[in-house]
């Protein structure tokens, strides 16, 4: 394509071809997309091809790549180097298919993949964030087997960055022709070249989107081809952990409105209070204010001594067998990740009044807990007796809250794994007389639920203008807000709350907003504010 590119570059970082002069390419790196990609991403690719081909995407670009590959290689049979290639491959294929993503590409000695298209993924920054460090925690254990095995020290590095590409053809192989607009791709390629052994360096892009999740370490200013000044690089550290719900809680501004979606809610959980299991599944775009509402609600109804238990979904537990309901018994009980017996007897032992159950809930919490630590136990563990554990889940959740009616929430479900989803299906199934109602909220809802009987689906639409104004005016503080200025911010906002949040907190924390006693003003064209993706 006649990009110019840095020596160390294999395949170009404009159009992903592979450069003339690199190393012969080995076998396993000139299969198609198509040998290695899940039957289920295979089929979303092909159906929606024709759709996105021309189409302008924001995508996310992740390059992993094995330190020092010559030098292993030189050392080793190439049998040998086969082997462990087809055992790293394995664990990137896992990972990446995993949180949603597709390879694009083999590069020899790594791999190029791509988050939010083919397949469409509005969180495709986080996603690969998450698979990243899934693949240095897998490749953790890899390392020790090969450095047993072959006294090689065997460490990958990445580089992630977001841009828009131009997607051109894809074809029966899967393989997806893109143009990248800019440095989308060059930027992912040298942000990896620079990485250390064992690192992922992101771009500010990526840092910008993923922030909330993940945690990151300021690198400062890396060096680009035909940038003058230099990129932002982050060095992506690991997974935020979860906030409590008094944190998120305190910092909470007065919740707006949304009289009706709360009486549909007590509607349907009086129905199930007379021990007619009920589903709520709530959907609508991020920020719309669904984990808000739950909470107001679960207030709302608490004087009525129920029993909750809440569990959340994430990308980081999308490919861990059963996370969310993990999530929700672990946090009824007030669990800490690092259980054990005693743990287990002090916190569950007295919510349950049917001994007989005491031995089969302790062997569930040993099989949890190894869920929890790796999934290839779950996949050995789970699929064996899947019904048992799911009986078990049942009777300990039923006879934890015998005397009380029961809410369980689970939120993300756009993250839920498939294992989580026949869970609840199962729940509703084989639950008779039992007062609980079960909320599932999330940007898009699993597919599965068509079926269930006690269902409402609820979908949560933005804010009108005047309730937009009275949230906006709540977290400036004022109600003196010119009304062009406020006009314009609330018809950029379409209503969504988290948006209205946002740019309300900017305002105030740069000091942008002047007031006199009958109005106030901002000091800088509303354009010149960065708002948020
Ligand atoms: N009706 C409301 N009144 C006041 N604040 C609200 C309202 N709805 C949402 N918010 C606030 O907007 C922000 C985003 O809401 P929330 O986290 O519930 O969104 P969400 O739909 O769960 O998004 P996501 O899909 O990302 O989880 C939160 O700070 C929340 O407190
Ligand atoms: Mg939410």
Known sequence: CGFENPPDFRICGKCGEHLEGSKALPAYAKRAPRDYTPPFLVKKVLNSRHSIEGERKLVTVLFADVVNFTGISEKLDPEDVHD?????????????????????????????????????????????????LRVHESLERYRLRLKNQYSIDFRMRMGINTGLVVVGAIGDNLRLDYTAVGDTTNLAARLQALAKPGQILVSERVYRSAKGRFKFQKLGYIKVKGKEQGILAYVLKGYHTKPSYKEVHLKKIPFINRQKELNQLENAFDTSKKGIPFMVVLTGEAGIGKTRLIEVFIDKVKPQGIRTFWGTCSPLGLATTLHPIIDMIYDYFGLSAQGGDSVYTRAIVPHLDDRALYPKVKAL?????????????????????????????????????????????????????????????????????????????????????????????????????????????????????????????????????????????????????????????????????????
């Open 84 to 132: 462990i290639m087809d055992g790293c491959f394995e664990i990137l294929g896992r990972e990446i298919h995993g949180a949603g993503g597709t390879i694009n590409q083999y590069t020899g000695d790594g791999v190029m993949a791509l988050f939010g298209a083919p397949v469409a993924l509005e969180d495709h920054a986080e996603r690969a964030c998450y698979a990243a």
């Open 365 to 533: 919490f040993q099989l949890l807990e190894e869920i929890r630590l790796s999934d290839e136990k779950a996949q050995q563990s789970s699929f064996g007796n899947k019904r048992e554990i799911f009986r078990t889940i049942r009777d300990l959740i039923i006879t934890a809250t015998s005397d009380h009616p029961l809410l369980a929430v689970i939120d993300n479900v756009q993250w839920m794994d498939t294992t989580s989803i026949e869970f609840i299906e199962y729940l509703f199934e084989s639950l008779d007389d039992i007062p609980i109602m079960v909320i599932c909220a999330g940007r898009t809802r699993p597919s599965q639920w068509g079926e269930l009987a006690n269902k409402v689906e609820m979908c949560l639409k933005p804010l009108n203008r005047e309730d937009s104004k009275e949230l906006l005016d709540s977290v400036i503080g004022t109600r003196l807000l010119d009304q062009q200025i406020s006009h314009k911010i609330i018809s950029n906002s379409g209503g969504n709350p988290l948006f209205l949040i946002e740019i309300g907190n900017t305002l105030i924390t740069r000091g942008l907003i002047e007031c006199d006693e009958t109005k106030c003003i901002v000091t800088v064209p509303l354009e010149k504010i960065a708002i948020p993706d």
